[in-house]
């Protein structure tokens, strides 16, 4: 090879690729990284070793392909979330966006639409551009919210083949209320995908869609263990659904998706749950701590059900993130006019944020 190296576009590259931008939420070896929702204590020793264990356990055979079925992990899962479910509802890949391009392939693809409320996860529009689906953008209220009139309104002239609801949504925290979810399954003939990925940081006593599936064929409940099961490395995402959703995905999936080793360590982690999310509730916490002091310098937290807070009042984003970046804390600028989105941390993180930004200045 030479040193000139061809552009992009001078490839013989899909035409509906053409211009678009691959997700790039910034990666900088900074003391405090804040930007990208992952729980950022690490998995418990106590936890460490036993999952050590098991790969190492795995590795023994790891000449021989995995159990193309994960039967073990998705019994584990079926029985983690509970709500009666059982293995044959439950699906699970590398990460839950692989989860979500399963169901994109199989629901979605070349002449269908996907659509989702926005600001919504980034993700949505990528992962639907790269099946070949168009995607259409809904709107929100102005603090983000969705209310059961519009989103019904919204679902009936849009007629997607492919729903994304999320809830509680990123990158706002917004909840998303019950009758939403029931409504847009009531006036859709699609796909209605209920992303979870933050559940076990809403409220205990908050109603999970997995109590919608019996009697809704279409509708899907994803989930993932990157957030509150700090185990973002391991790349493991999964849902429940109607045993025939996923019989469809069993079509689109590459045999042998989830290795032997992902096996291994998720099922090692999924024995112990009470300890790897012993920490979701200190991460509540500080988020509720960030709030109050956000308030206190004058931004405008919006109220959240993750491991994150949105708050605007932020006259040049822009600058306030690179001052934060200054500093060595990473948050993430979305895109959302006036506003950053900033990850709950152990104590110590939050604390620095904190005090990162009050010697900035206040809001004005
Ligand atoms: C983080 C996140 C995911 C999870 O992605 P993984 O691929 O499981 O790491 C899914 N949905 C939303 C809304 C998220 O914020």
Redesign the pocket.
Known sequence: MGGVSVRLEDLPIRDDLRGRTPYGAPQAALPITLNV?ENTHPVPEAVAGDIIDSIAQALHEVNRYPDREFTELREAFASYLGHGLTAEQIWAAN????VLQHLLMAFGGPGRRAFGFAPT?SMYPLLTAATGAEYVTGTREADYSISVESAVEQIREADPDVIFL?SPN?PTGTPLPFEVIEAVYAHARGIVIV?E??WEFAPENAQSALTLLPGRERLVVSR?M??AFAF?GA?V?YLAADPAVIDALRLVRLPYHLSALTQAAALAALRHAPTMLATVSEIIAQRDRMSATLSALGYEPYESWTNFVLFSGVDDPAAIWQALYDRGVLIRDVGIPRSLRVTAGTESETTAFLEALASIGSAS
Not at 95 to 98: A, D, F, K, L, Y
Request: charged share 25%; proline share 0%.
């Open positions: 929702n990460g839950s966006n692989e996860y999320c990123n992303d990925a933050y993932t990157s957030k973002a790349r995402g």
